[in-house]
Nanobody
Framework: QVRLVESGGGLVQAGGSLRLSCAAS????????MRWYRQAPGKQRELVAV???????NYVDSVKGRVTISRDNAKNTMWLQMNSLKPEDTAVYFC???????????????WGQGTAVTVSS
């Protein structure tokens, strides 16, 4: 019924930039908070950034000042602009969203399949 699809990952040199996208599709009634997580090899998945439906944002300390999360509610799409990338940003990035589908009550967590980001030194 609902899909989240990430795109925009790739290989970039340290100091470079990438823009990740997450598009939600399906029988969507509303989306509340949308989030970007990442999981580096051998590490636990961590929350990178969150944006609420009214545009309030929050970031993990390690990316503050380098990363911007944004969304377009009309297009059910979220982005993560990442600048000044570091090798430690290397991870698979996942989008997550609380989505209410038509005919349901309440929001359910959905996940994308992930997009890989590799930052070379």
């Amino acid at each position: 019924q609902v899909r989240l699809v990430e795109s925009g990952g790739g290989l970039v040199q340290a100091g470079g930039s990438l823009r990740l996208s997450c598009a939600a599709s399906g029988t969507i009634f509303s989306i509340n908070a949308m989030r970007w997580y990442r999981q580096a090899p051998g590490k636990q998945r961590e929350l990178v950034a969150v944006i609420t439906s009214d545009g309030t944002t929050n970031y993990v300390d390690s990316v503050k000042g380098r990363v911007t999360i944004s969304r377009d509610n009309a297009k059910n799409t979220m982005w993560l602009q990442m600048n000044s990338l570091k090798p430690e940003d290397t991870a698979v990035y996942f989008c997550n969203a609380g989505i209410r589908v038509w005919g349901s009550v309440g929001h359910t967590d959905y996940w994308g399949q992930g997009t890989a980001v590799t930052v070379s030194s």
